[in-house]
């Protein structure tokens, strides 16, 4: 199940909400959300979802003890790695098993059997919640949660569960236990469900029509390989955000408020602040936990830093492109801290925009392509070394055909919302004529949205597959 889906939209959410109100009490609340949760996850994992549960009471019981060895300090660390070992085993398990396997039987003499395991869907997002429990439980950051039900609905909550943003567990820990939903944040939440909708059935999955079109195969111009490029990067944008923004939008539902996982990527000035932006959720935790690791010595800055943007691009996908992608990205940011930020900041901002854009339109590229053969036939294609030619027809009547998408596409990666949001407090009328606007445009988006997905065949969200 997936929330762009009718079923979803139409009956399993508004039955969730409904039983969800009538439950007099957070405990009630509480349990009905975690039985949907799990409802949920069985949807599309029916086996999987034991090893979901297996993983949360085996965390659960690891929790406990270190929570109950913070005087033993060996302790505490014997099992912090017990679980370090026990998630990150089940996550190279299931997710790089087969990678590994055939990447080490290129070595002579070496013949491993390649498993062929099947992906459980959020395993990568589960995993790192989990993990941020324990590790800031480990430090003392929070408080044991005692509560199994308390922290199986932390884990499995459906709005985050499968493809983020990762929600730290410090900051719902208050909200599981005592939590109000009023009225604002239930038509806000309504409000960014609708946005992130639209944001995934009108614009990301015809972007990805003109995506498939160009990069399915056949020959492109050097105009074409970098209109297809920004066109995937909004794809992706859209994808993702959009996601995010109806977990978010179902979180305030709910009355949990999860933290921001982007903040207008395209508009960044240089590298770092683009992921500053971009997966908020994701780059936190990699800066968090694991950037200033002890290994490195007294060149731990940038050994962590390399080693974090080789975990980020590890984790988005067991394929060498996936790695290329993160080192890529870690490059740029290792030379703009070289640089420093007061020289970047001398440098006029056309030039930095034209320069971070550049940068960010290559990186998707290399996220996009997991064969490395066709990897090299795309940066050879963006500077016409294919013998392709300069521009083409095909991309100019597709630029025609779709102008109005794409348009609308790029306008929508303004803050628009955050505009309306500063109008509507400017005076009573304003404020009232905002929430009109509002609510006509949230009809809307939800009638174009709800048509486009009677007859949508390529609806899954990307992310999914990480």
Known sequence: MVFSSLIFLYLFLPVCLLCYGLSPSITGKNIVLTIFSLIFYAWGEPVYILLLLASVLVNYLLGLGIGA??????????LLIVSL???????????????????????????????????????SFYTFQILSYIIDLYWEKVDVQRNPLHFLLYISMFPQLIAGPIVRYSTIENEIRTRKINLTDFSDGLTRLIVGLAKKVIIANHLSVIVDAFFGGGEISVAGAWYTTAVYAMQIYFDFSGYSDMAIGMGLMFGFHFDENFRHPFLCRDISEFWQR??????????DY??????????????????????TGFWHGASWNFIIWGLYFGMFIWIEQLIG???????????????????????????YFEDLGKLLHYFRDLIGLNGNRLFDEVTALSVQNNLFLLLAAV???????????????????????????????????????????????????LYFRF
């Open 85 to 123: 070992l026990f998630n990150i085993g089940l996550l190279l398990l299931f997710k790089y098993s087969a990678f590994l396997a055939v990447n080490l039987n290129r070595i002579p003499g070496v013949s491993l059997p390649v498993p062929h395991l099947t992906l459980p869907i959020g395993i």
């Open 278 to 287: 971009w997966h908020i959720s994701l780059g936190t935790f990699f800066r």
């Open 341 to 367: 930020k007061k020289r970047i900041r001398a440098i006029p901002l056309p030039v930095r925009h034209i320069y971070s854009k550049l940068v960010i339109l290559v990186g998707f590229g290399i996220f």
């Open 290 to 311: 694991l950037l200033y690791v002890p290994i490195f010595g007294k060149r731990r800055k940038y050994g962590g830093l390399f080693l974090v943007w080789f975990c």
């Open 69 to 78: 060895a913070r005087q033993k300090p060996k302790t505490g660390k014997f």
């Open 411 to 461: 306008i929508c990666c303004f803050p628009l919302m955050d505009g309306l949001k500063k109008l509507s407090m400017k005076t009573p009328a304003a404020g009232r004529a905002v929430e009109c606007v509002r609510v006509v445009s949230n009809a809307v988006l939800l009638a174009v949205s709800s048509i486009l997905l009677v007859d949508a065949t390529n609806n899954p969200f």
